[in-house]
């Protein structure tokens, strides 16, 4: 089969695409990986196609909206409307009739106008539980809470409010705006249940992060994390190795790949350091975001895969993303979150029921608070002990890959 495969977002959000495309490829099949410009160095030898330029992911990641939990979907929005028909002439253009699968993440709705068009049987796989609606286990929405609250009938009437007044204007008006110019009917609701209504719905995370619930989708396959960002092929810099050995374990901070406007989160983070005698590791590849000198003891570096990095740090404070999240669980270290927008605050509830880690909101992240939750996630024993179990279960969870692979070849059986 040729199997085409769409991911939208961060590098974060890509690497699990490289992994399933390898995963696919090794079975003996076509694989073309679709994704910003940025992320073609990490394509690990899979056929590429940009679909969003350099210059585009960047102005996107410098906008502070990116970070804002209430102005960030309008750009995300925004994004999409512009990115869609480049995306599906792109992968239109690589469709042999007959032959070929689609794959999608979330957001990368191309792979669905492919199912419509021309038929194409499609996989839609989502990376973190929140975009999964429940009114038994409602997911966290943004810095104040979720739904869960309310009675079912309140937080379906909520739903409703959220699709109509906000994700129709932004995503379902473009989609059917450019659906029409390619003679398919409308869409109603694309976050409600249309989301899920792919050939194939997948989940790629583990039902011990989130439990399935009675609501979710019928037929949503949860497969567990794919853990991959290619560390084998990308060692730890010499200059990081020669600090890692010269002292205690370091407490690490990144605020994603996603942005490039955490200068206060970073100068927080290097003041905690100091504050607490700590050393510190702040990972960044927009070094415009440091302070203009940092504290001894306290090393930036543009990039290290987590999966060699995390295993070595005393604790790991992080914005939440899911890919981020996920390797830290494998790693087992103790975890600060601090979410800003989208998905983290989900995935930070998660890491904080989950006993191995605390959330913070950015209001809250100042120096001294940061020093004495770092205490606090370094002298928890119990908390370790729980890292440690959970990071088995993670590693138990060898199967993620073959199990995605599975689901989507079910679709060329099933056609």
């Not at 099949?29 to 992320?39: G, K, T």
């Not at 309008?74 to 699968?101: C, D, S, Y």
């Not at 138990?396 to 890959?401: F, N, Q, T």
Request: some cysteine.
């Amino acid at each position: 089969m040729k199997i085409l495969i769409g991911a939208a977002g961060s590098l974060g959000d890509t690497l699990p695409f490289v992994a399933l495309g390898l995963a696919l490829q090794q079975r003996g099949h076509q694989v073309h990986l679709f994704a910003s410009e940025s992320y073609a160095g990490h394509a690990a030898g899979l056929p590429f196609t940009a679909v969003a330029s350099v210059a585009e992911t960047d102005a996107l990641l410098r906008d502070p909206r990116v970070t804002d939990p209430r102005r960030g979907m309008a750009l995300i929005g925004e994004a999409f409307a512009a990115g869609l028909p480049r995306a599906f002439e792109a992968m239109r253009a690589e469709v042999v009739p007959g032959q070929t699968l689609a794959v999608g993440s979330t957001l990368a709705f191309a792979t669905r106008l492919l199912k419509d068009a021309l038929g194409v049987p499609t996989a839609t796989v989502h990376l973190a539980p929140a975009v999964l609606r429940s009114v038994q286990q409602p997911p966290r929405l943004g810095p104040n809470g979720t739904l869960d609250k309310l009675p079912a009938g309140l937080q379906r009437a909520a739903w409703w409010l959220i699709d109509r007044l906000v994700l129709d204007r932004l995503f379902t008006k473009p989609f059917n705006d450019y659906r029409r110019q390619l003679g398919l009917g409308p869409v109603d609701r694309m976050f409600g249940a249309w989301l899920h209504q792919a050939d194939a719905t997948l989940g790629m995370f583990p039902p011990w992060l989130a439990p399935p619930q009675v609501d979710w989708p019928a037929g949503l396959v949860c497969t567990g994390f794919p853990l991959y960002d290619n560390g084998e092929a990308h060692p730890l810099p010499a200059a990081l190795e020669a600090f890692l050995a010269a002292g205690e374990p370091p407490v690490g901070f990144t605020s994603g790949t996603a942005n490039a406007t955490s200068h206060g989160f970073f100068a927080a983070s290097a003041a905690a350091c100091a504050l607490s005698g700590r050393r510190g590791l702040l990972i960044t590849k927009v070094g415009a975001q440091l302070p203009a000198t940092l504290p001894p003891g306290v090393l930036h570096v543009p990039y290290a895969p987590f999966s060699q990095l995390l295993p070595r740090l005393a604790a790991f404070v992080h914005h939440g993303g899911i890919g981020t999240t996920s390797q830290a669980l494998r790693a087992g270290v103790p975890q600060l979150v601090r979410p800003m927008a989208y998905d983290q605050f989900d995935n930070a509830h998660h890491v904080q029921r989950l006993g191995v880690g605390q959330r913070r909101r950015p209001a809250d992240y100042a120096p001294a608070t940061v020093a004495r939750d770092l205490d606090r996630l370094t002298q928890d024993r119990t908390l370790q002990r729980r890292c440690a179990e959970v990071a088995s279960l993670c590693r138990a969870d060898v199967d993620a890959l073959a199990m995605a692979c599975d689901a989507v070849l079910a679709l060329a059986r099933r056609g």
